[in-house]
Every structure is written in structure tokens, then in C-alpha cells.
């Protein structure tokens, strides 16, 4: 079974074709700047060179359709035709409490999603754009959409609710949802295998660290609480997002600044962070480089993200009483050997113990604690695409 996993976004499309019989990726691509000036295709057959292909891509149906044309090219191609695509699976971003597992896509779950648009403005809308691409294109394959917030729809009451007075959650839906959640599913689900135990028989915590960062609490296989809430602003000091703050700072800046809402918001969300502390970069190896060479502000930048992924840690491991595995994924978690070290050496008090030399590692799998220490430490590389892949399998083949 050969399913084409697609995470649209206002301007990009990237793509993934997976054969399911054995899980291997036979291409993947990425359709950039649609709608605008120089769009793009990068389209990288496995085991063959990449074609870059410029076209004019005014918008999703063109650029799915260039996705087809790509990987049905006779020289770069990797399928003969576009029938052999048995399924498709959209990546989602806000399913709200409408969606709890990855759905099979009909009228009514389109509807739904639009119901969600209001909380996620920048990402639902092109979710849709995609499947009606998709539906226009290939009108009788199958399309199923997995959502970011679907596996954080376990937690309790008690963890999603805000001191807000009640009816805002009424009126509104306003309550903690939790993104990056098909990342947190697939390496809590993966270090359960590695370690060879019950998913349900464990405590583990995920530290999705990226541009976008998030942690959360998964007992006995399900999700407790995570750090995101509403939005994905908040939580940790991120790439360019502030994380949490007092709230009241956002109408006292308004005051002092002048500010409309659209520049509080890209304020908060695009000039904070490790960016706005550090005034360098909202990437963490250009803020590295420039603490090791003595830059102060870098230096605070990356000692409050590590102080914070300690806290909400600290705060999981009290929530589940007890932590078993503590697990380290996406760009940063994956690459940043010092990160991964100053922060699994503040929670020596769990029982945490690292195995420096098992640590020096980027972007594979692996366990970095000393050999029987209480609390497992894990680098897992994650790998959302092939959760939608697999949740697409599943539905499709029901
Ligand atoms: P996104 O949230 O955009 O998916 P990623 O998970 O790809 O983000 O993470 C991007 C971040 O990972 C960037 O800030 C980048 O600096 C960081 N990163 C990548 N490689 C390294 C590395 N070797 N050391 C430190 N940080 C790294």
C-alpha cells in the first residue's frame, strides 16, 4: 500500500510517499512560496539526484499537481502512475475537542476543522486548501487527516482548564490543547519499544525542543499534560514565541507602546524568545556560537530555555509522581549535545544519570544514561510523517 502523507501550509506544501508494506520513504519534496514570486519544487526521489523545478504555483491545486507530476516523471518519478497512490494523510493542525484520533476526511469532518479555524488562522485554512486540492486531483482515493492536538485530548479536566471564569470555555472552547502532539505520540510510543515495556506500564516525558518547543506528561499511554495550551504560544521560551508570561504585561506593553493588536501579537510571537533575549538569532546554533565566544545575552537566551525545560520537567515528574524515561526529540533535542547534557544534569535528584559518551550523538537513536540508572534518558529522532502514514494505513485498510 503506497500512501502520500501532505502538511500544507499558507505557502508550502511538503510531501512524503510512503510504501507501507515495508515503511520506506520512495520520495519526498517540498513546494515553497505558492502564491508568491520564484515558487518552487524540491522534489528527492530516495536513492536518486533531486529536481528543482520553478513554476508559476498560484495556489495548492497547482502545487499538488506538480507533487503528482513529480513522482510520475519518467526520469525522477518513483511511481508509473498516479493510481498506485492508495490514501492520503493531511496533517492537522487544531482538531479543538472535535477530534480525539486521526479521522477518515468526508463533508462533515471538513466542516468540523472549519469550526476550529478561529483558533488556528494561520494553519487550518491551508489543511483545507490541501484536501480540496487533493479531492480535485484524486477524487476516489481516501484521505485521512491526523491532528497535533488529538493526542493531548486525554488529558484531564483538571490540567486543560485556565483560571478563566467558566464560560469563556464554554462560549469559546477556551482551554489547554497541546500541539507538536503526533511528535510527543511517536517517541513516547518509540522508547516504550526500545526499552522493551508496556507503553501503559510507563512514565515518560517528551521534550519536543525545535523552533517550536513543548513537553509532556504521557502515564500509562496517555497524554496528562503538555505545555502548550490554547495556542502554540504557549509554555517555553521559544525560537521567536515568548512562552509564558504575566499576562498583564501584554496590555501594559499595548499602553506604553502604542501598539495595535496585530503588533502585540507578532510582537509575541515573532520577536521574542531566544531571538528577542539574545538579539542574535532564533536559532539555537547561531546562539551557541556566539555564547561560546563570550556573548552575555546568548548565554541568559540559552540558560532560561534550559531553566525552563527543567522546571516543566520537574513539574511532570511531580504530576505523575514518578518519571521512568525522559526523552529528547526534534531539531534542538535531537542535535544540541550540551543542551541535552545541562539539562538531564539538573534532574540528577529524579535519577537521572548521564553517560557522556553515549551522549555525544546527533539525530540518531539512542539511550545516553549510565547503565541502571532509576530514570532512562533517550534520544529519539521523531517522525511524525510516518505516524500520519501509519494512522492513514489503519483507517484505510479498516
Ligand atoms: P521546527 O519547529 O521548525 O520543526 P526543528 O525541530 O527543525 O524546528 O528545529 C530547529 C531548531 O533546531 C533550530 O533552532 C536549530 O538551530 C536547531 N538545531 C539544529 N541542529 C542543531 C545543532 N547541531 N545544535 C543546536 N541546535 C540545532
Request: include cysteine.
Amino acid at each position: 500500500m503506497k500512501v502520500l502523507v501532505v502538511n500544507c501550509g499558507s505557502s508550502s506544501i511538503k510531501y512524503q510517499l510512503f510504501e507501507m508494506d515495508n515503511e520506506l520513504v520512495l520520495a519526498k519534496g517540498l513546494v515553497e512560496r505558492i502564491g508568491l514570486e520564484g515558487s518552487i519544487l524540491t522534489h528527492q526521489p530516495t536513492g536518486k539526484e533531486k529536481k528543482v523545478i520553478n513554476a508559476n504555483i498560484t495556489n495548492h491545486v497547482i502545487g499538488i499537481s506538480l507533487v503528482l507530476e513529480a513522482l510520475t516523471d519518467a526520469n525522477y518519478g518513483v511511481i508509473s502512475n498516479m493510481n498506485e497512490i492508495d490514501a492520503i494523510g493531511h496533517r492537522g493542525i487544531h482538531g479543538g475537542e472535535k477530534f480525539s484520533d486521526s479521522v477518515l476526511i468526508n463533508e462533515n469532518v471538513i466542516k468540523a476543522i472549519e469550526e476550529c479555524n478561529d483558533m488556528a488562522p494561520l494553519h487550518n485554512p491551508p489543511s483545507i486548501s490541501g484536501i480540496n486540492a487533493c479531492s480535485e486531483l484524486m477524487p476516489n482515493v481516501p484521505q485521512v487527516i491526523v491532528f497535533d492536538t488529538a493526542f493531548h485530548q486525554t488529558m484531564p479536566k483538571h490540567a486543560f482548564m485556565y483560571g478563566l471564569p467558566y464560560e469563556a470555555y464554554e462560549k469559546y472552547g477556551i482551554r489547554r490543547y497541546g500541539f507538536h502532539g503526533t511528535s510527543h505520540k511517536y517517541v513516547s510510543q518509540r522508547v516504550a519499544d526500545l526499552m522493551g515495556k508496556d507503553f501503559k506500564d510507563l512514565k515518560i516525558i517528551t521534550c519536543h525542543l525545535g523552533n517550536g518547543s513543548s513537553v509532556a506528561a504521557i502515564k500509562n499511554g496517555k497524554c496528562i499534560d503538555t505545555s502548550m495550551g490554547f495556542t502554540p504560544l504557549e509554555g517555553l521560551l521559544m525560537g521567536t514565541r515568548c512562552g509564558n508570561i504575566d499576562p498583564a504585561i501584554i496590555p501594559f506593553l499595548m499602553k506604553k507602546e502604542n501598539m495595535t493588536l496585530d503588533q502585540i501579537d507578532n510582537y509575541i510571537n515573532k520577536k521574542s524568545g531566544v531571538l528577542g533575549v539574545s538579539g542574535i538569532s532564533s536559532d539555537f546554533r547561531d546562539i551557541e556560537k556566539a555564547a561560546e565566544s563570550g556573548n552575555d545575552r546568548a548565554q541568559l537566551a540559552l540558560d532560561m530555555f534550559t531553566y525552563e525545560v527543567v522546571k516543566f520537567v520537574g513539574s511532570y515528574a511531580a504530576a505523575m509522581n514518578g518519571v521512568d524515561a525522559i526523552v529528547f526529540t526534534a531539531g534542538v533535542g535531537e542535535n544540541s549535545i550540551e543542551m541535552r547534557e545541562h539539562i538531564s544534569s539538573s534532574l540528577e535528584y529524579l535519577g537521572t544519570k548521564v553517560d557522556k559518551e553515549k551522549n555525544n550523538i546527533r539525530g540518531k537513536e539512542r539511550e545516553f544514561s549510565v547503565d541502571g540508572s532509576k530514570v532512562k534518558l533517550f534520544v529519539i529522532p521523531t517522525n511524525e510523517e510516518l505516524v500520519i502514514a501509519r494512522d492513514t494505513k489503519t483507517i484505510c485498510t479498516k
